[in-house]
């Protein structure tokens, strides 16, 4: 420690992370070589909450779409996400952590397996995605 970042780059990089939990884990994972589970918390958590319910969406709405075809060794999905109406503006903390507006989104995503998946897709973890309709079984 000391030699290749200065120390008093450490206590800004502290200060920050103290702040915003996306720079908490970029500091945890490059400064204290902690891992962790994601580099970059995108969403929070309780604003991922605050946000749950059926989607908004009408009819002629703009979105932007993708999908991944898939082969019996992989999933195939698509996903829609269409810019909601609940736009907020941005607290003095967002503000501080460089957001000028907050967003919402409404994403409408579907994923299947086929039946004649491979092996290392027969496993208890995918059967219980298939149960609790997350994942649904083609032909």
């Not at 962790?36 to 703009?62: A, K, M, N």
Request: net charge negative; with cysteine.
């Amino acid at each position: 420690m000391g030699y290749s970042v200065d120390f008093s780059k450490y206590k800004k990089h502290i200060n920050e992370a103290l702040k915003s939990p996306l720079k908490r884990n970029r500091c945890l994972r490059y400064y204290g070589n902690v891992k962790v589970s994601s580099s970059e918390r995108l969403i929070d958590p309780l604003l991922w909450r605050r946000t749950s319910g059926r989607p908004y969406i009408h009819d002629g709405q703009f979105c932007r779409g993708a999908f991944d075809l898939g082969r019996c060794d992989d999933f195939a999905s698509w996903a829609l996400t269409f810019p909601g109406l609940l736009d907020e503006s941005p607290t003095a903390e967002d503000i501080e952590d460089g957001a000028t507006a907050l967003h919402t989104y409404d994403i409408l995503t579907k994923s299947y397996t086929c039946e004649a998946r491979a092996e290392s897709l027969m496993n208890d973890q995918v059967e219980a995605w298939i149960e609790a309709g997350l994942l649904e079984v083609r032909g």
